[in-house]
């Protein structure tokens, strides 16, 4: 399994994608008000694993510049799709992976990961490309699912089972804790790790880390 049938699975399953809904409406949008507030109108922004673009269209108005990637050449189409009905000047889709893509003009003063970091193969490799993508002091922000922390059930069960009839993508496991550290052992200072679902626990700790 590689980056590129990660990118065949999302492929196949962009549509269905975009069709679907947000499972917890009022935590998204507290998470995007929250990330909102931290950005600055001269900022230049990456975010990687966009999807079908909803979040970056969102965020861009209030930036300087706004890049979205996704390794998924169909989710990009769907983004773009989503950007000639509503443009937004300063947002540019573009598919890629982290690896890809470089600090075109000056580094970005902010990288956003939205349920992202779980389906990276190396994390630790794309969290060291994230630091270098950063201005100093750039902030890293992200809200992951960490499958290490829900259910016994679902990693052991549930996520293989999908995986090998083609159902689920590629999932790293790992408990919240040892992503703090991994983030912290990449060159960030963790500035606030919170939950904004709208009840319970979702295990999707929104982080907000600084390049040192």
């Known amino acids: 399994?590689?980056?590129?049938?990660?990118a065949r699975f999302w492929d196949r399953t962009a549509r269905k994608y975009?069709?679907?809904?947000?499972?917890?409406q009022a935590g998204y949008e507290r998470t995007l008000a929250r990330t909102s507030a931290l950005l600055r109108p001269g900022d230049r922004v990456l975010e990687l694993g966009c999807g079908t673009g909803t979040t970056a269209l969102r965020l861009a108005r209030d930036v300087e510049a706004?890049?979205?990637?996704?390794?998924?050449?169909?989710?990009?189409?769907?983004a773009e799709a989503k950007y000639a009905?509503?443009?937004v000047p300063n947002l540019v889709f573009r598919t890629a992976t982290a690896e890809e893509i470089t600090a075109e003009r000056a580094p970005f003063n902010a990288v956003l990961g939205f349920s992202y970091l779980h389906l990276?193969?190396?994390?630790?490799g794309a969290l060291a490309h994230i630091h270098a993508l950063l201005a100093p002091a750039g902030l890293f922000i992200s809200k992951t699912p960490c499958v290490?922390?829900?259910?016994?059930?679902?990693?052991?069960?549930?996520l293989p089972a999908m995986r090998a009839i083609g159902q689920a993508p590629y999932a790293g496991v790992f408990r919240a804790s040892e992503l703090k550290e991994l983030i912290g052992a990449a060159g960030f200072e963790i500035l606030a790790v919170e939950d904004h679902?709208?009840?319970?626990?979702?295990?999707?700790?929104?982080?907000?880390a600084r390049k040192k």
């Open 66 to 78: 706004y890049l979205a990637t996704d390794i998924s050449a169909k989710m990009i189409a769907i």
């Open 197 to 208: 679902a709208t009840k319970g626990k979702e295990g999707r700790p929104y982080i907000v």
């Open 18 to 24: 975009a069709a679907g809904a947000i499972g917890d």
């Open 120 to 124: 990276v193969r190396d994390l630790s």
């Open 85 to 87: 009905a509503a443009p």
């Open 148 to 158: 290490g922390d829900m259910n016994p059930l679902i990693r052991l069960v549930l």
């Open 1 to 6: 399994m590689s980056t590129t049938s990660d």
